[in-house]
Every structure is written in C-alpha cells, then in structure tokens.
C-alpha cells in the first residue's frame, strides 16, 4: 500500500540545524521529493533523491534515505526565519507510471528568532 | 515565464451549490494533476490528465466531482452539489513528463474551498 508519515510540528531557533523526518511503506518508490509550502504561495520542490541514492547535499539541504527503514530525512543547516513553512515528503510509486504524487501530512516548521 | 496559476484563490459556497474551479498549466507540459488537501491532513491525488485524456481518475471521490481538460490546455473541476466534506485546498500541478526527472510538478497557489 501507499502511506507517508510525518510529525505534524517542528520548532527550531535561528542559526540551528532543523531535521525533518518522514516514512513511507512503499519499497518501490523511485523518486522521493521535499515540497515547500510557505503562506499563500503553491507548493516549491526543494530537492528529490533517486531511490539508489542514500544521500543527497545542496547547499542549506541535506536528503538522507534509508531505503532498509523506509525513512527520509530533511536536514536544514543554518535554519533561518525564511525558511518558516510546511514541508512535505512526497514518493512517486514505481508502478505508477503517470507520476502521481503520494503526501505526508506535512511538517509545519516554526523558525524562531 | 507564468508559472501555474489557479481561480479563484478563494470560493465559500453554501451545501449543495455548485462551484468550477480553475487551473492553466504552464504552457507546453501535457501533464496536468489536480489534488487536494483537506485541514491538516496529507495532500491527496484526485487526477491526472495526459492533454485532454484522463489518464488516471483513482483519486476522484465520488461523482460529484468532475474535471475537463478541452482542448488539452486549461482545465476546470466542477464539484455539484457540493458537500460539507468537500472543503479544503485545491492545488493543481503541470509537468513536461509523467516519468523521470521530467516529471518535476509544478504547482499553483491553491483553490481554498469552504462549503457551509
């Protein structure tokens, strides 16, 4: 079946590292997003990692998957107040081959000065 | 160039009315999604339309809800009568792809449905 979870809240002060947590049941799943969701504004793809990855690095982001737990995590470094927002972990399903998206719940990330 | 855009931003309807909403894609992707995400919970696929084909319709909820895609560019989600449960975010999404690294989704602003 196809289910993602995520912790509801998160909240960090300026300057520290943020970890955003996320699991999945599919152990097909190709892709794997983060999508950022700031007030009034659609969702913006952060970053993916392929599934024969276990680790990918831009820059503030961190991806790290661990394909054996079925866990991504989302590591900000240097976490800012912009960077306040709901962040959500997406798989796309290997049998799918239309590229539909399957959600977490999101995680809202509370950035205090 | 415009990025995905969605109308209106915000609807409030009364139970059993009806109301269309709308999504342009960026221009060229042959992908289109729609989703929606009810208060606090995971964002949930309702479709996806490969030019104007449906191409997958396992996430709509019933009948009440329909979509369209004429023509291959905008499309529209028509929900009638709408419901109490119907209430939540609207986001439509476009891609060049289904598959791959093509099949990067880009969304809109989101559709805020209330239904009293």
């Known amino acids: 079946g196809e289910d993602v979870e995520q912790s509801l809240f998160l909240s960090v002060r300026e300057g520290d590292s943020s970890v955003i947590n996320c699991t999945y049941t599919d152990s097909s799943s190709t892709y794997l997003y983060w999508y950022k969701q700031e007030p009034g504004a659609g969702l913006q793809l952060l970053t993916y990692i392929f599934s024969n990855m276990d680790m990918k690095q831009d820059q503030r982001l961190t991806v790290l998957l661990n394909k054996k737990d079925k866990h991504l995590s989302l590591r900000i470094a240097d976490t800012q107040t912009g960077d306040s927002a709901i962040y959500f972990c997406a798989e796309t399903p290997k049998y799918n081959q239309g590229g539909k998206l399957i959600f977490g719940q999101g995680t809202e990330l509370s950035v205090k000065p | 160039e415009a990025g995905v855009t969605q109308f209106p931003s915000h609807s409030v309807i009364e139970k059993g009315q009806t109301v269309t909403l709308r999504c342009d894609p960026i221009?060229?992707?042959?992908?289109l999604y729609w989703y929606r995400r009810v208060m606090g919970k995971e964002i949930k696929f309702l479709l996806h339309f490969v030019k104007e084909s449906k191409q997958d319709e396992s996430g709509m909820p019933n009948n009440r809800f329909l979509a369209e895609r004429t023509g291959g560019t905008y499309s529209t989600l028509k929900v009638q009568p709408a419901e109490l449960e119907d209430s939540g975010v609207y986001f439509c999404?476009?891609?060049?792809?289904?598959?791959?690294?093509?099949?990067?989704?880009?969304f809109g602003p989101g559709t805020r449905l209330t239904v009293l």
């Open positions: 999404a476009s891609s060049l792809s289904g598959t791959g690294k093509d099949n990067e989704q880009f």
């Open positions: 221009s060229g992707h042959d992908n």
